[in-house]
């Protein structure tokens, strides 16, 4: 099975400022046959359903900001928020598509306003 | 409006049973593929299920193989989960999640859950 691991667990950005998250996947969920990555990125705010965000580790959802980036290929890769807002206090998990099941997620990151 | 809305979930004894069920609405159930995640108190998405559009596949987390069953009735839009042989450590929020299709399994839809909780 494919283990996600993120970094960091927690992180503190003041408003304004760039977060970082980051993924790495025990085995490579980049498809070489069609160049894509099988990774997602979802947030979850409190008391909410998660929420997808990105998928193909950097195709953005309908309606999420741009300020919201993927990036990254093969097993590591990296959620970046440009300029931190209130609204985007969450808890953030990146997810593998790449020959389910199983499907599995990474821990969390929980992402806070320092 | 798209949305789902999970049922079902309670205070159950160890061993026992629940049946979660899942009401859809906004988009078309009947080809879409569907799943169960839960969350225990304050920890990460688990994986627990996954059913076809028509029902033939179904696919199970190891950690409830043999215990749960995922199904669906397509002509009420509903998707179901059968739990039985109940244990403390399947306590979580039971969430269904519309999977965005048979090839590309992440989440494009979820529901707010329902709670399950298992003690004595």
């Known amino acids: 099975d494919i283990v996600m691991t993120q970094s960091p667990d927690s992180l503190a950005v003041s408003l304004g400022e760039r977060a970082t998250i980051n993924c790495k996947s025990s085995q490579s969920v980049l498809d070489t046959s069609y160049n894509k990555n099988y990774l997602a990125w979802y947030q979850q705010k409190p008391g909410q359903p998660p929420k997808l965000l990105i998928s193909w580790a950097s195709t953005r959802e309908s309606g999420v900001p741009d300020r919201f980036s993927g990036s990254g290929s093969g097993t590591d890769f990296t959620l970046t928020i440009s300029s931190l807002q209130a609204e985007d206090v969450a808890v953030y998990y990146c997810q593998h598509y790449n020959s389910p099941p199983p499907i599995t997620f990474g821990q969390g990151t929980r992402l806070e306003i320092k | 409006e798209v949305q789902m809305l999970e049922s079902g979930g309670g205070l159950v004894q160890p061993g026992g049973s629940l049946r979660l069920s899942c009401a859809a609405s906004?988009?078309?159930?009947?080809?879409?593929?569907m799943s169960w995640v839960r969350q225990a108190p304050g920890k990460g998405l688990e994986w627990v299920s996954v059913?076809?559009?028509?029902?033939?596949?179904?696919y199970y987390a190891d950690s409830v193989k043999g215990r749960f069953t995922i199904s669906r009735d397509n002509s009420q839009n509903t998707l179901f989960l059968q739990m039985n042989s109940l244990r403390a450590e399947d306590t979580a929020l039971y969430h269904c999640?519309?999977?965005?299709?048979?090839?590309?399994?992440?989440?494009?839809?979820w529901g707010r859950g329902t709670l399950v909780t298992v003690s004595s």
């Open positions: 906004g988009f078309t159930f009947s080809s879409s593929v």
């Open positions: 999640a519309k999977i965005y299709n048979n090839h590309y399994w992440y989440f494009d839809l």
């Open positions: 059913i076809s559009s028509s029902s033939a596949n179904t």
